[in-house]
């Protein structure tokens, strides 16, 4: 079995609703050096920075973040 690698949309999102880094780590409570290593797949968000941040970006956990890689 292939090892899943954590995927997201996480960028996109952001600028989709005209938010820079700074301006979403200041909603979720985090540094924009988090924003930016989450968002270049460098760092894992824990379960509730991924809630934090979906919900500030006005969707669901499941559209922000994927597995991908991942065979049955």
């Given amino acids: 079995m292939a090892e899943a690698t954590l995927q997201n949309g ?11 880094q700074a301006d979403l780590a200041e909603k979720v409570g985090v540094t924009r ?12 968000p ?13 969707m669901s956990v499941e559209a922000l973040f994927w597995l991908s890689g991942e065979e049955s």
């Fill in 10 to 20: 996480l960028k996109a999102a952001r600028t989709r609703l005209g938010l820079t």
């Fill in 33 to 44: 050096k988090t924003i930016n290593t989450v968002e270049n797949g460098v760092f894992v």
């Fill in 46 to 58: 824990s379960t509730v920075l991924a809630l934090r941040l979906a919900q500030a970006l006005e």
